[in-house]
């Protein structure tokens, strides 16, 4: 019986050891397969992130050609003419900083005398024997203490109006400093604010003198003028542009160099791709005849642009004709110095620009109607002559 027992549980014992392993099996398996599908899904999402990478890397770079190659279009729908009387300043006082000093400093308030000590009979005594003694020995101890608190109260009752005339001392000498301070504050103060009125004023003067000047078509008052006016021209981050004006006064005649920037400082590529196999993200590039269209395309516009500006803010007239030099500060590949190259130079009359509907023109057709002098390789810097351009 008791081998049978004993062979019995061997054989349970077997049986739930090779259950066992065949769970631990089991276990293995199905965690080797939530591992697979998790990197399985791992895997797609990164894809999936580098996919969405690529097309934001395509958006951002649609965006930055739609803008340069709608420099001129940005500027249509808005008036380039600049109110002088809308940049003249208010003047705007911040509030005084210390209004901590405008508050005085509470008065001490009077000290209050205590209620004078009161003698108070003792508790009899217990006991048998002694009891009157004790008794009066007590009350002789209850006097005693009752003199020596009285003395005491007296004292401070007595000491109060020196301490009151202490505290407003202290009090007056607190008053006294923040007053002084307070003064100083206030003369740090509305010497400030007279300064800031001096410079308002003085801007506004400017403003007036400025506008003045204009009216009579003075020379630096009309380069001052159109400054203001090409610094309100917002251009693309990436395409931004400066401008330098010579009025003529007795022709008339404004002279405007256009610096844009130069062909390499403009990207050249076309799209971006990721590309599984090796996890990366490509560019490819535009053509060298894509990215010279477009330097050339954003040249035309940049000089159309600039007449338009400057005839659309002279409401006055001053401004006749526009000669017009575009092109970049840069190293001349012939002499390799630092030089403005002129790519587009143009000469136009008020009258005839202001005929154009610039919404519907093509820039480089634009341009050669009005006897333009364009490169035709303005990425490789092939500069124009200027002296060439006849005023149509």
């Known amino acids: 019986m008791a081998q049978r027992t004993a062979a019995a549980a061997q054989a349970r014992a077997e049986r739930a050891h090779a259950a066992a392993l065949r769970a631990s099996a089991a276990a293995a398996r199905a965690s080797e397969a939530e591992r697979k599908q998790l990197e399985k899904e791992a895997r797609a999402a990164h894809v999936e992130a580098q996919q969405a990478e690529a097309e934001r890397l395509n958006d951002a770079l649609n965006q930055e050609y739609a803008e340069i190659d709608g420099i001129l279009a940005a500027t249509l729908d808005s008036d380039d003419w600049v109110d002088l009387q809308s940049l003249k300043r208010t003047v705007r006082h911040p509030a005084f900083p210390r209004p901590d000093l405008e508050r005085p400093n509470p008065a001490p308030a009077p000290i209050e ?52 005339a202490a505290l407003k001392a202290t009090h007056a000498a607190f008053e006294e400093e923040r007053l002084r301070q307070l003064k100083a504050e206030i003369a740090r103060y509305e010497a400030d604010c007279k300064e800031r009125e001096k410079e308002v004023a003085e801007h506004n003067a400017a403003i007036d003198d400025l506008a003045a000047a204009l009216a009579y078509g003075a ?132 009258e005839k620009f202001l005929e154009f509907d610039l919404s519907g023109v093509v820039p480089a057709a634009t341009l050669q109607h009005l006897g333009a002098a364009v490169s035709k390789n303005p990425s490789a810097l092939a500069a124009v002559d200027p002296a060439g351009v006849r005023r149509s």
């Open 113 to 164: 005398v205590p209620p004078p000590p009161v003698l108070r009979e003792p508790e009899p005594p217990t006991g048998l024997f002694g009891r009157k003694k004790k008794l009066e020995a007590a009350r002789q101890q209850a006097q005693a203490e009752y003199w020596q608190a009285m003395q005491e109260w007296t004292a401070y009752r007595e000491s109060i109006p020196s301490q009151e």
């Open 219 to 350: 020379t630096e008052a009309v380069e001052e003028y159109v400054g203001i006016v090409m610094a309100n021209s917002v251009y693309p981050e990436h395409f931004q542009v400066q401008h330098e004006a010579k009025f003529d006064p007795e022709t008339a005649e404004l002279k405007l160099s256009v610096v844009v920037p130069a062909p390499e400082e403009l990207r050249t590529v076309k799209a971006h791709r990721y590309v599984k196999a090796s996890d990366e993200i490509t560019a490819t590039q535009l053509s060298k005849k894509e990215a010279n269209d477009r330097y050339a395309g954003a040249l035309h516009q940049v000089a159309l642009r600039s007449l338009h500006e400057i005839f659309e803010s002279d409401r006055q007239g001053i401004i006749q004709a526009v000669s017009l030099q575009v092109g970049p500060q840069t190293k001349d590949p012939a002499t390799g110095r630092e030089t403005f190259i002129p790519l587009v130079a143009v000469t136009s009359p008020r």
